[in-house]
């Protein structure tokens, strides 16, 4: 068994800044692609950022500069900082990953349970 577990989201004011963490556990071979989605109330959920193991990354234009996608390989742990948070930052955020349980397994996209961010004064 696999599992995502989301931490940091939060009530922020316009402005701030909150880091998300996303920690794998369980059955772990590899972790490839590490990402962050959100989805907002009546909106599809889109792709925030992503990070491959070898640490590239890929953000989408409405985050660039503003946020930042990292991962720790060693602690099967990716991170989100997101500065200069905008109210239309808001939404549930969730972590995804693609994860061979096993060496001969195939990979499998993984999600974690979502963690809320809300950006209002």
């Known amino acids: 068994q696999v599992q995502l577990v989301e931490s940091g989201g939060g009530l922020v004011q316009p402005g701030g800044s909150l880091r998300l963490s996303c920690a794998a556990s369980?059955?772990?071979?590899?972790?490839?692609?590490m990402g962050w989605y959100r989805q907002a109330p009546g909106k599809q959920r889109e792709l925030v950022a992503s990070?491959?193991?070898?640490?590239?990354?890929n953000y989408a234009d409405y985050v660039k500069g503003r946020f930042t996608i990292s991962r720790d390989n060693a602690k099967n742990t990716a991170y989100l900082q997101m500065n200069r948070l905008k109210p239309e930052d808001t939404a549930v955020y969730y972590c995804?990953?693609?994860?061979?349980?096993?060496?001969?397994?195939?990979?499998?996209?993984?999600w974690g349970q979502g963690t809320q961010v809300t950006v209002s004064s």
């Open positions: 995804n990953a693609e994860i061979k349980s096993r060496w001969f397994n195939p990979v499998v996209a993984y």
């Open positions: 990070i491959t193991s070898g640490g590239r990354t």
């Open positions: 369980g059955s772990i071979f590899s972790i490839n692609d």
